[in-house]
C-alpha cells in the first residue's frame, strides 16, 4: 500500500509540533530548580496528571500495535489491553501513595529512601536503564515507520524528527513541558478514538464494505477469489510450485499464489518478492479484511449493512456462530527458484473463533501455557515498577493526588482500551487492513471517514510517539544525572548544575535514542516492550513490595533482587524459542529452552532472592544500623 | 502558580489504613484477573466462547469486567480513603483545642 500523508495531515502535525514546542519554551522559565526540572514542582493537579498517565502509558503499542493485532487476529490483541490495565490495579492499591511518600525525583529515590546504599543507587539506574532503552527502540522505529507514508519521508529522517522535538522538549523544560505534551496527546487521543468508534458504530457493518478507495473512487479492497485446483485448470491456470498449503499458478504470464485450506478449496493471496508485488515490479499490496457473512442475516440483507448499531449489537453481531470474518496471516515461503516469497492470505474464521483467544496465544501444550499465564503476570506486574510511569508520582502535591491521579488514570486508559476492541474490528470489517502492517490499521480505518479524521489521527498517532519517548527521556536523564552522576558519584551538584546535568543526559539519551531507532530499522522489536514489562515486573516490582510490607527487607536484599530480576529475565528471554526463531535467524527447536516470556520464573525468582538474601544479611544491616 | 518547589506533604495518619485497604483490594482483584487467566488456560478457550450476555461471549464479557471493575473498586478505595483522611484529620483538629 502506499499511502502519502495529504497537506492536511502534514498541516495537522506541524501545528501540534509547534503547539508542543511553544509549551516547552513557555515552561522553560519555570524548571530552573531540579525540583522544577525532574518533578514539575510537584504541582501538577492531579486531574492533569491523570490524563498525563495516559498520555505517557498509551504508547504506539497500545494504539497501533493492539488495534492491528485485533483487526489481524481478533480477539487475542484484547488480551493485551486487559493486562496493560489490569497493571494499573496493582499501581493504584500497592504503589501510588508509597512512591510519592518515599520518592523525590527517580524510581531510585523511593528504593533507596530507607537506606542510602550506593549499591541500590547504582542496580536500580541500571534497570531504569535497560526498561527505558527497551521500550525506546520500539517508539523510535516506530515513529520512522510512521513518517515514512504518512508524510512521505525516509525511515531515519522521521526517527531524527521525532528524536529532535523530543529533545527540546525535555531539555527545555523537562518534566513540565514532558507533562502537557503527555495531557494534550493523551486528551486528543481519547477525543478522538471515541469519534472515530462513534462514526464506525453509526456506519454500522456489512459484507460491501465502504474500504479505501484511489483518487478516481475505485474501491481498493483486495478481495480474495475461492477456487477448486479443478476449477483454475479449467481456466488456465497452470501449477508451479507448491510449498506446503501454498501453490503457485500462472497463467498468460502472470503468477498468483493460492492457499490451500483445510476443506482442500483454494484461497487467493497477495505476495511479494523482493520488489515485485503481486507480479508487477514496484506493485502494491492492496488493503484486506473484511466480514464475508452476518449471523442472522441473508446474503441481501449482509450486503446492505445493518446501519446503526449499538456497542452491544456490533460485537454480538461480529460473536455471532454463523458470522464469517477474513483473518489475514502472514507467511514466508521459497519459490520454485528459492526466491523467498512473503504471502499474505485469508483465513475465514467463524465470528465464535475470531472473538474468542487462542489465534496467537494458543495453550495447547505445557509450554504454551506457560507461556500465557507469564506473559499476563508480566503485563499485570510490570505498569507499576515502569520507571517513566512512577516518575509521574513525583509531579502531584501529595499522596492523596497521587492515588486520585491513579484514579483518572484507569478511568481514561480503561475506557481507551474498550475502545481499542471496537476500533481493531472496525478496521477488520471495513477492508482496512494494510497486509504488510497491520500497525496501520487505526489510521487506516480513518481514512475509510475521510481525509479529515485521518489528518487528525495521523498526527495524533504521530504525537502518541512524541509523548511516550518525553516521558521515556526524562526517566532515563534522571537515572543518569541524578541517580549515576550526583547521588552514586557523589558530585553533590549544586540546583542549577543538577538543572544542566539533567538537560545534558535528556541530550545524550535522545541521541542515543535516535541512533538505535535507525539501527533498528525494518527489525521487528515490538518485543522489546514486552521485556520492558517483564525486566520492570521482575527487577523493580519485587524490591517496591517488599520494601513497603516486609520490614526485615535489607539492601543487600534490594540489590541481589534487583540483579538477579534483570538478569533472569533477559537471560530467559535472549536463550528462548522467539528469539532464535526471529533476531538470531534460526529456529525455534534450537532455542535453549520453550519459555518465550520469562515473568513466571524470573518474578518469583527475584522475590526469593530478596527474602534469602535479607535473611541472610540481617546481623549486617542491624550492626550498620548502629 | 503550578511549578513552585515541591513542599512537604507531611505525617499521614491514614497511611496503615491505606495500606491495609489497598492490600486487601489488591487480592480481590487478583483473585478475578487470576480467574480471567487460568479459564483461558485450563479450558483451551472452550468455556471464553460460551454466550454470556446479550450475544456476546464470556472472553468479552470477562475482559471488559475486569477493566470496569478496576474503576469501580478504584472509585471504593478513594471513597473509603478519602473518609478515613478527613475522619482523622478532624479527630487531630479536636484534640488540637
Same mark, same amino acid.
Given at each position: ?27 522553560? *522559565?519555570? !524548571? ?29 503499542? +497500545? ?77 523510535? %522505529? ?44 493523551? &486528551? ?28 478516481? &473512487? ?8 475461492? +477456487? ?50 503481486? &507480479? ?21 440483507? /449482509? ?17 455471532? /456462530? ?45 509450554? %504454551? ?30 499522596? /492523596?493526588?497521587? *492515588? ?53 489521527? +495521523? ?46 543526559? /535528556? ?5 542515543? !535514542? ?7 530499522? &525494518?527489525?521487528?522489536? =515490538? ?86 538474601? =535479607? ?8 550492626? !550498620?544500623?548502629? | ?38 479459564? #483461558? ?15 456476546? #461471549? ?19 478505595? #478513594? ?19
Amino acid at each position: 500500500m502506499n499511502l502519502h500523508g495529504t497537506p492536511l495531515s502534514i498541516a495537522v502535525f506541524a501545528v501540534f509540533v509547534l503547539a508542543v514546542l511553544y509549551l516547552s519554551f513557555f515552561f522553560a *522559565r519555570k !524548571a530552573k530548580s531540579a525540583s522544577g526540572y525532574y518533578a514539575a514542582g510537584g504541582q501538577i493537579h492531579w486531574a492533569v496528571n491523570g490524563i498525563s498517565f495516559a498520555g505517557d502509558y498509551l504508547s504506539a503499542a +497500545s494504539f497501533l500495535g493492539i488495534c492491528g493485532m485485533i483487526a489481524t487476529l481478533g480477539y487475542d490483541g484484547f488480551l493485551y489491553s486487559v493486562g496493560y490495565l489490569a497493571g494499573w490495579v496493582v499501581a493504584l492499591f500497592v504503589v501510588a501513595e508509597p512512591m510519592k511518600r518515599m520518592g523525590k525525583f527517580t524510581f531510585t529515590d523511593a528504593v533507596d529512601a530507607k537506606y542510602d546504599s550506593k549499591g541500590i543507587k547504582l542496580a536500580a539506574a541500571i534497570s531504569t536503564l535497560v526498561v527505558s532503552i527497551c521500550y525506546l527502540i520500539p517508539q523510535m %522505529n516506530g515513529a520512522g515507520s510512521l513518517v515514512e507514508p504518512l508524510l512521505g519521508l525516509p525511515h531515519w529522517v522521521g526517527v531524527v524528527i521525532v528524536g529532535s522535538i523530543v529533545i527540546m522538549i525535555v531539555s527545555t523544560a523537562g518534566m513540565a513541558s514532558t507533562t502537557y505534551v503527555q495531557f494534550l496527546k493523551g &486528551g486528543l487521543l481519547l477525543i478522538f478514538s471515541t469519534i472515530m468508534v462513534v462514526f464506525l458504530l453509526v456506519r454500522g457493518i456489512g459484507t460491501d464494505p465502504v474500504s479505501l478507495q484511489d483518487a478516481s &473512487g475505485k474501491k481498493l479492497l483486495f478481495v480474495p477469489q475461492q +477456487s477448486t485446483e479443478a476449477e483454475l485448470a479449467t481456466q488456465g491456470y497452470q501449477p508451479v510450485h507448491k510449498a506446503g498449503e501454498f501453490l503457485k499458478f500462472t497463467r498468460e504470464g502472470e503468477t498468483s499464489w493460492w492457499r490451500r485450506d483445510a476443506q482442500g478449496g483454494l484461497w487467493q493471496a497477495q505476495w511479494a518478492a523482493g520488489d515485485v508485488v503481486n &507480479g508487477q515490479v514496484g506493485g502494491l499490496l492492496q488493503p484486506v479484511s473484511r466480514i464475508t457473512a452476518i449471523g442472522g442475516l441473508t446474503a441481501e440483507e /449482509a450486503a446492505r449493512g445493518t446501519g446503526p448499531i449499538s456497542p452491544v449489537g456490533f460485537l454480538a453481531s461480529l460473536t455471532h /456462530a454463523e458470522t464469517r470474518i477474513e483473518q489475514w496471516h502472514t507467511a514466508k515461503v521459497a519459490d520454485e527458484a528459492g526466491r523467498r516469497t512473503t504471502i499474505y492470505y485469508p483465513k475465514n474464521v467463524s465470528g465464535t473463533d475470531e472473538m474468542k483467544p487462542g489465534v496467537k496465544f494458543k495453550v495447547d501444550t505445557l509450554w %504454551n501455557k506457560l507461556n500465557f499465564i507469564s506473559l499476563m503476570m508480566a503485563l499485570f506486574f510490570g505498569t507499576a515498577a515502569l520507571p517513566h510511569i512512577l516518575i509521574r508520582y513525583y509531579t502531584v502535591p501529595s499522596p /492523596a493526588c497521587a *492515588r486520585k491521579s491513579t484514579i483518572v488514570a484507569i478511568a481514561a486508559i480503561g475506557f481507551f482500551y474498550v475502545l481499542t476492541l471496537f476500533m481493531g474490528l472496525g478496521a477488520a470489517t471495513n477492508g482496512t487492513v494494510n497486509p504488510a502492517d497491520s500497525n496501520m490499521s487505526a489510521p487506516l480505518l480513518a481514512m475509510s471517514f475521510g481525509k479529515v479524521l485521518f489528518a487528525l489521527i +495521523s498526527a495524533i498517532a504521530f504525537a502518541t510517539v512524541l509523548g511516550t519517548v518525553a516521558g521515556l527521556i526524562v526517566a532515563a536523564s534522571g537515572a543518569v544525572a541524578h541517580d549515576l552522576m550526583d547521588r552514586y558519584g557523589g558530585m553533590n551538584l549544586t540546583e542549577t548544575q543538577k538543572v544542566r546535568a539533567g538537560k545534558i543526559s /535528556a541530550f545524550g539519551v535522545g541521541i542515543v !535514542a535516535i541512533i538505535l531507532g535507525i539501527l533498528f530499522r &525494518g527489525i521487528n522489536v =515490538s518485543f522489546l516492550v514486552g521485556w520492558a514489562f517483564a525486566v520492570a515486573a521482575s527487577a523493580n516490582l519485587p524490591a517496591i513490595v517488599m520494601l513497603l510490607f516486609w520490614k526485615r527487607t535489607t539492601a543487600s536484599g534490594i540489590v541481589a533482587s534487583i540483579t538477579v530480576g534483570i538478569i533472569s529475565a533477559l537471560g530467559i528471554i535472549l536463550t528462548g524459542p522467539e528469539m532464535f526463531a526471529g533476531p538470531y535467524g534460526r529456529t525455534a527447536a534450537e532455542a535453549w529452552h520453550k519459555l518465550g516470556q520469562p515473568g513466571i520464573i524470573s518474578i518469583p525468582l527475584s522475590f526469593l532472592t530478596l527474602v534469602f538474601v =535479607s535473611l541472610a544479611t540481617q546481623k549486617k544491616a542491624v550492626a !550498620a544500623r548502629r | 502558580m503550578l511549578h513552585e518547589p515541591a513542599r512537604d506533604s507531611g505525617p499521614d495518619p491514614a497511611t496503615a489504613y491505606k495500606t491495609r485497604l489497598g492490600l486487601w483490594m489488591f487480592l480481590f482483584y487478583c483473585v478475578f484477573y487470576a480467574g480471567f487467566v487460568l479459564i #483461558n488456560v485450563l479450558t483451551g478457550g472452550t468455556v471464553m466462547q460460551s454466550i454470556v450476555l446479550e450475544g456476546m #461471549n464470556l472472553a468479552v464479557v470477562y475482559g471488559m469486567g475486569l477493566i470496569v471493575l478496576a474503576l469501580v473498586m478504584a472509585l471504593i478505595y #478513594n471513597h473509603l480513603c478519602t473518609a478515613k483522611e478527613r475522619e482523622l484529620a478532624d479527630a487531630a483538629r479536636k484534640e488540637e483545642r
